[in-house]
């Protein structure tokens, strides 16, 4: 007598469905994108454009960080990556990249803070 599987987990919903949207690529150029990197949509989106790829555009009418279209998108940054490369390169999005960081405050203000920390 032969079980048919079941799921254990009822949320866990498809597991290879997000690389099937990338062809099964796991690099593109976008690689080299930041988290914090900044996407913004440039342009009109053709029509021939898939569902997922609408919405990163939909959602890059504003800048986005990078982290924030795979949270919209609910899929892994990995992928999300790879389409935010694709797009790219086909020039329908622009991506900055994140701001440099500022000065690091120096050896003694960082000393007086763990001593006022400390004083609490």
Same mark, same amino acid.
């Given at each position: ?10 949320? @866990?919903?498809?597991? !290879? ?12 150029? #976008? =690689?080299?994108? *930041? ?23 939909r959602a890059a009418r504003n800048p986005?960080?990078? @982290?924030?279209?795979? !949270? ?12 935010? #490369? =694709?797009?790219? *390169? ?14 690091r405050p120096n050896e003694g203000i ?11």
């Amino acid at each position: 007598m032969s079980e048919t599987p079941r799921w254990l987990d009822e949320d @866990a919903g498809p597991v !290879v469905r997000p690389y099937a949207l990338i062809r099964g690529r796991t690099r593109s150029s #976008g =690689d080299n994108l *930041d988290l914090i990197a900044t996407v913004s949509a440039v342009g009109e989106p053709p029509a021939d454009l898939g569902p997922e790829q609408a919405l990163i555009l939909r959602a890059a009418r504003n800048p986005i960080s990078v @982290a924030d279209v795979a !949270v919209e998108l609910d899929l892994p940054v990995g992928v999300v990556r790879v389409m935010l #490369g =694709d797009l790219r *390169d086909h020039g329908l999005i622009s991506v900055s990249a994140p701001a440099a960081a500022g000065s690091r405050p120096n050896e003694g203000i960082l000393k007086e803070v763990i001593n006022g920390l400390r004083a609490l």
